[in-house]
């Protein structure tokens, strides 16, 4: 999209921004209205403070001088064998031979006693 372009565009979404805004405080009671448009504020103050903590966080992540550096490659291994894993995932590798077959859900539960019987 070139500049023009993307500046008709910009300048279209806002005319139809405030004429939704507009239909909707007229329909609206003020009280109403302000509690509308303050929770679409602060949901905008969020989603953006989200996005400027993930970069951060992101580039925590790469700069190899990190105590919480995660190696490319180890990670894509990781999140490739997390994938496998998935009980959901139809090309699931099959498990681990020295592992039990079923978890720990299958097996009984002892009872719980809360006085020593004499």
Known sequence: MSAPDAQLFLRELDKKLWTAADRLRSNLDAAVYKHAVLGLIFLKYVS???????????????????????????????????HRSN?????RSPPHPALPPTG???????????????
């Open 48 to 82: 953006d403070a989200f996005a400027e903590r993930q970069a951060a966080i992101e580039a925590t992540l790469r700069d190899p001088k990190s105590d919480f550096f995660l190696d490319p490659a180890l990670y894509a291994h990781l999140a490739s064998s997390l």
């Open 87 to 91: 009980p959901h995932n139809p090309n």
């Open 104 to 118: 720990y859900r299958d097996q009984p539960v002892p009872p719980i006693t809360l006085f020593a019987s004499e």
